[in-house]
């Protein structure tokens, strides 16, 4: 069983920031990956950002240059910094972990961006 409890989601003005944060914990000895996902209203959910145990980072196009991903691996947590938000990045950001190749997912926080 592995539990991922997300925290950090809100409303905030255009041009401002954000940092999400996700706490791993259980049977998570053999973690692959850690990443972010979002769903916006209407949509499909789609990767933001993932890094996986060797370091290998990968941003979808639309958040380049403007979120960083990180990870604290005594803490087992993995963090988005969200800088320069748009509204369109307005959606329910969801943790995801890979453990043993087997997708695990957080509840969501969602993520408010006013024009």
């Known amino acids: 069983q592995v539990q991922l409890v997300e925290s950090g989601g809100g409303l905030v003005q255009a041009g401002g920031s954000l940092r999400l944060s996700c706490a791993a914990s259980?049977?998570?000895?053999?973690?692959?990956?850690m990443g972010w996902y979002r769903q916006a209203p209407g949509k499909q959910r789609e990767l933001v950002a993932t890094?996986?145990?060797?370091?290998?980072?990968n941003y979808a196009d639309s958040v380049k240059g403007r979120f960083t991903i990180s990870r604290d691996n005594a803490k087992n947590t993995v963090y988005l910094q969200m800088n320069s938000l748009k509204p369109e990045d307005t959606a329910v950001y969801y943790c995801?972990?890979?453990?043993?190749?087997?997708?695990?997912w957080g509840q969501g926080t969602l993520v408010t961006v006013s024009s």
């Open positions: 259980g049977n998570i000895f053999s973690l692959n990956a």
């Open positions: 995801n972990a890979l453990v043993m190749n087997v997708e695990h």
């Open positions: 890094l996986t145990s060797g370091g290998r980072i």
